[in-house]
């Protein structure tokens, strides 16, 4: 018997699944971007300025312990959303099997490579001498929990696959909620400062896993783990990487993008605009969570109605994904561009450091409206297999755009060359994504009316109509590629 989320994803009205997968994942997302704002307060005001800068240097490592998460999470919802779309249980399990044990291998590999080296990296990312201190105390304490950050993110893109945004949800919060209460008594109660954050985030990691971890070994999954599921499987694991790397390198070029960040801003602007650009970034994470909640609601339904033949369905979700996460980018846009100072206040009290949070804001969110539907775009190609134009369109902001605007601008406006290579790589990046996903949806237009043109529809039971092939068994001819 099909699980009832499964059939939830063949056969309720899409706007409603939509809302049911989105809501419970940006009440997530809102809670973990909560913790970031609030553990940044907690550091900026216990510790100081140059802690928050500290954080700020050891980001990009976090980004991509994200980037290995979402990489496999993402590449492995895809998956497992088109094949229980297809009707291949046996393929969906060793999907999970094998996303689990690149999980344990890449989750280690960073451990070992990171604390073998740290102090060499925290410099290459940009700390200085006064910041270095801060920043290795942070650094060598979270990486102990890679395995378990990343087993987290991935997996919380999986649950989400079989039509589940519960538990992820509920990981999030109590992750979330741990960690808040842990840096009040770490931070503030003992005094651990920044060492106390970071164990703070290690033990709510290591709470969050467990959690997810039960879900499946209690069986409240329609996907079961199994010990012959770990055995490699060269084609999955292919097709998990081939889908997720978009994801991957767009947050590791992040990573890059958010080192350079920080070395022109040291150059041009010195510690205190390293410190603006720790507070705007959470504000930027914050404020676009409610979006990308949005995308991981869109990934298993559209994936489940592409690997079901379902071009309608397709065409519906993709639509309402992309007027949702517009208007949300509209609505942060203003927010950030209208409300800077108020802002950038909740954290600091520090007067040169709030000047030079309003001023970077100002530039840095000055195409935030578009956001939205660049998001949308390359969370398509992903949730329905397409490799090449995921890969474009998740690096062309950071890649394509951001890197030579970082390059170059600041040689002729200086710091405000810096802010401005944000907005520049938004509009570029909103282009691209646009002329890319407009012959996708004509595509998906075409492939729904010739389906209700041959007057058989094919859905799953409960639907009525013939049951979907495997999209592994399909011609070229009979799907909108």
């Given at each position: 018997?099909?699980?009832?989320?499964?059939?939830a994803?063949a056969?309720?009205?899409?706007?409603?699944?939509?809302?049911?997968?989105?809501?419970?994942?940006?009440?997530?997302?809102?809670?973990?971007?909560?913790?970031?704002?609030?553990?940044?307060?907690?550091?900026?005001?216990?510790?100081?300025t140059?802690?928050?800068?500290?954080?700020?240097v050891?980001?990009?490592?976090?980004?991509?312990?994200?980037?290995?998460?979402?990489?496999?999470?993402?590449?492995g919802?895809?998956?497992?959303?088109?094949?229980?779309?297809?009707?291949?249980?046996?393929?969906?399990e060793?999907?999970?099997?094998?996303?689990?044990?690149?999980?344990?291998?890449?989750?280690?590999?960073?451990?070992?490579?990171?604390?073998?080296?740290?102090?060499?990296?925290?410099?290459?990312?940009?700390?200085?001498?006064?910041?270095?201190?801060?920043?290795?105390?942070?650094?060598d304490?979270?990486l102990?929990?890679?395995?378990?950050?990343?087993?987290?993110?991935?997996?919380?893109?999986?649950?989400?696959?079989?039509?589940?945004?519960?538990?992820?949800?509920?990981?999030?919060?109590?992750?979330?909620?741990?960690?808040?209460?842990?840096?009040?008594?770490?931070?503030?109660?003992?005094?651990?400062?920044?060492?106390?954050?970071?164990?703070?985030?290690?033990?709510?990691?290591?709470?969050?896993?467990?959690?997810?971890?039960?879900?499946?070994?209690?069986?409240?999954?329609?996907?079961?783990?199994?010990?012959?599921?770990?055995?490699?499987?060269?084609?999955?694991?292919?097709?998990?990487?081939?889908?997720?790397?978009?994801?991957?390198?767009?947050?590791?070029?992040?990573?890059?993008?958010?080192?350079?960040?920080?070395?022109?801003?040291?150059?041009?602007?010195?510690?205190?605009?390293?410190?603006?650009?720790?507070?705007?970034?959470?504000?930027?994470?914050?404020?676009?969570?409610?979006?990308?909640?949005?995308?991981?609601?869109?990934?298993?339904?559209?994936?489940?109605?592409?690997?079901?033949?379902?071009y309608?369905?397709?065409l519906?979700?993709?639509?309402?994904?992309?007027?949702?996460?517009?208007?949300?980018?509209?609505?942060?846009?203003?927010?950030?561009?209208?409300?800077?100072?108020?802002?950038?206040?909740?954290?600091?009290?520090?007067?040169?450091?709030?000047?030079?949070?309003?001023?970077?804001?100002?530039?840095?969110?000055?195409?935030?409206?578009?956001?939205?539907?660049?998001?949308?775009?390359?969370?398509?190609?992903?949730?329905?297999?397409?490799?090449?134009?995921?890969?474009?369109?998740?690096?062309?902001?950071?890649?394509?755009?951001?890197?030579?605007?970082?390059?170059?601008?600041?040689?002729?406006?200086?710091?405000?060359?810096?802010?401005?290579?944000?907005?520049?790589?938004?509009?570029?990046?909103?282009?691209?994504?646009?002329?890319?996903?407009?012959?996708?949806?004509?595509?998906?237009?075409?492939?729904?009316?010739?389906?209700?043109?041959?007057?058989?529809?094919p859905?799953w039971?409960?639907?009525?109509?013939?049951?979907?092939?495997?999209p592994?068994?399909?011609?070229?001819?009979?799907?909108?590629?």
């Amino acid at each position: 018997m099909q699980n009832h989320r499964v059939m939830a994803l063949a056969n309720e009205g899409i706007g409603r699944l939509l809302w049911k997968l989105s809501l419970p994942a940006a009440v997530g997302m809102f809670v973990m971007a909560l913790y970031n704002v609030v553990d940044t307060i907690f550091i900026g005001r216990a510790v100081g300025t140059l802690a928050i800068a500290g954080l700020s240097v050891v980001f990009p490592v976090q980004m991509l312990m994200l980037g290995i998460g979402q990489m496999i999470g993402i590449g492995g919802a895809s998956l497992l959303a088109r094949s229980l779309g297809a009707q291949d249980m046996a393929r969906a399990e060793r999907t999970l099997g094998n996303a689990i044990l690149c999980v344990c291998i890449l989750g280690l590999a960073i451990t070992v490579i990171g604390l073998a080296g740290s102090s060499f990296w925290l410099r290459l990312f940009g700390a200085s001498d006064a910041v270095l201190p801060y920043a290795k105390a942070y650094f060598d304490i979270i990486l102990l929990a890679t395995v378990f950050r990343v087993f987290a993110m991935s997996t919380n893109g999986l649950v989400r696959a079989e039509g589940n945004a519960r538990v992820p949800m509920i990981a999030m919060v109590v992750g979330a909620g741990l960690n808040i209460a842990l840096d009040a008594l770490f931070i503030l109660g003992l005094g651990m400062g920044v060492s106390g954050a970071a164990t703070a985030t290690v033990l709510a990691e290591v709470v969050t896993a467990t959690y997810l971890l039960s879900y499946y070994l209690l069986r409240r999954s329609s996907v079961r783990i199994a010990m012959h599921n770990f055995a490699p499987d060269l084609p999955v694991i292919r097709e998990i990487l081939a889908i997720g790397v978009s994801s991957f390198v767009r947050t590791t070029a992040g990573s890059l993008v958010i080192v350079l960040v920080n070395r022109s801003l040291v150059g041009y602007g010195g510690d205190v605009a390293l410190a603006a650009f720790g507070v705007l970034h959470r504000v930027l994470m914050f404020l676009f969570m409610p979006i990308i909640s949005i995308g991981q609601g869109l990934l298993p339904i559209l994936g489940f109605s592409y690997g079901a033949k379902r071009y309608d369905r397709a065409l519906d979700v993709v639509r309402i994904s992309a007027i949702a996460a517009s208007a949300l980018a509209v609505l942060s846009f203003i927010i950030a561009f209208s409300l800077p100072a108020p802002i950038v206040r909740i954290f600091t009290n520090d007067t040169a450091l709030v000047s030079a949070g309003v001023h970077g804001a100002r530039l840095l969110f000055a195409a935030a409206y578009l956001v939205g539907f660049q998001m949308v775009g390359s969370v398509v190609f992903q949730a329905i297999g397409k490799a090449v134009p995921a890969f474009v369109t998740a690096i062309s902001r950071n890649v394509l755009f951001f890197l030579p605007a970082i390059l170059i601008l600041p040689r002729f406006l200086g710091l405000d060359g810096v802010w401005a290579s944000f907005p520049v790589a938004d509009s570029l990046s909103f282009v691209l994504t646009l002329l890319l996903l407009l012959p996708q949806i004509r595509r998906f237009r075409r492939a729904a009316q010739a389906t209700i043109a041959e007057g058989a529809t094919p859905a799953w039971p409960g639907h009525g109509g013939a049951v979907a092939e495997s999209p592994v068994d399909c011609t070229e001819s009979e799907r909108p590629d």
